[in-house]
């Protein structure tokens, strides 16, 4: 785009892609904070409702995210479908409780119905590059939401689901921590400016390290 004040046939230079690193960082301790305080009443009422909402709503912001990351990268993704379809899995659990609905076939029946959603989208898209869309608009609904729809299996145990959720968010906050001074070589500069081999490397080892602490301090040892 040529500006009135740019000089003849300069163009504005693309906006550099945006660093959500430091939402992650605020939003991972409220998300933590969340879900310690619904599996604490879990564990007090016996009612794991409030559990698999959660679950529901941690599938969807992570679902999002994801195909988020397709749409900077390649332009394809659907976000807003990628939440729904991750939030439906993220929280099946809830429909265990309905008399005579099994979970697996919840899950089973949820996957097959979303990838004809996409199909049924792209019915009539006859694009070389129709084969990768349906791909990338689909990949998070197996790759977030059907792990998540497997995470209602550990409803009836909070410590379970709070170690999940606290290995994956001690990554971001290591990340950041280290990636932010210390780091200098970059993973992905057009996907995720933010991201850099320094954070990462400290990442997944504070996440190694809170998934073998949190049982110990939990239980006093591996039974």
């Known amino acids: 785009m ?3 004040s740019d000089p003849e046939g300069a163009t504005t230079p693309p906006a550099p ?21 619904v599996v604490v009443l879990q564990a007090t009422t016996g009612s794991a409702v409030g559990t698999h909402l959660v679950l529901a709503a941690l599938g969807a912001l992570a679902g999002v995210e994801f195909a988020q ?10 976000p807003a479908f990628a939440g729904i ?21 919840a899950r089973v029946v949820l996957v097959l119905l979303l990838f004809l959603v996409v199909l049924f989208r792209h019915l009539l898209d006859v694009r070389p590059e129709a084969v990768e869309s349906i791909t990338l608009e689909y ?14 299996e550990f409803a009836g145990d909070w410590r379970m689901i709070l170690w999940v959720v606290a290995t994956a968010k001690a990554s971001d906050i290591a990340g950041w ?20 081999w320094e954070g990462t ?23």
């Open 17 to 37: 892609p945006k660093d959500d690193t430091k939402l992650r960082l605020i939003v991972s301790p409220i998300v933590i904070a969340i879900l310690a305080g």
């Open 85 to 105: 379809g991750c939030a439906l899995l993220g929280g099946v659990g809830l429909l265990a409780m309905i008399d005579g609905v099994d979970t697996m076939t």
């Open 177 to 196: 921590a280290i990636g932010v001074p210390f780091g200098k070589h970059k993973i992905f500069p057009t996907l995720s400016p933010g991201k850099s």
């Open 2 to 4: 040529i500006g009135p």
């Open 69 to 78: 990351l397709f749409v900077k990268g390649r332009g394809y993704g659907r």
């Open 139 to 152: 990949l998070p609904i197996l790759f977030i939401g059907l792990p998540f729809s497997f995470m209602a």
């Open 201 to 223: 490397i400290a990442g997944v080892a504070a996440s190694a390290a809170t998934g073998a602490l949190l049982p110990l301090a939990w239980y006093s040892g591996f039974e």
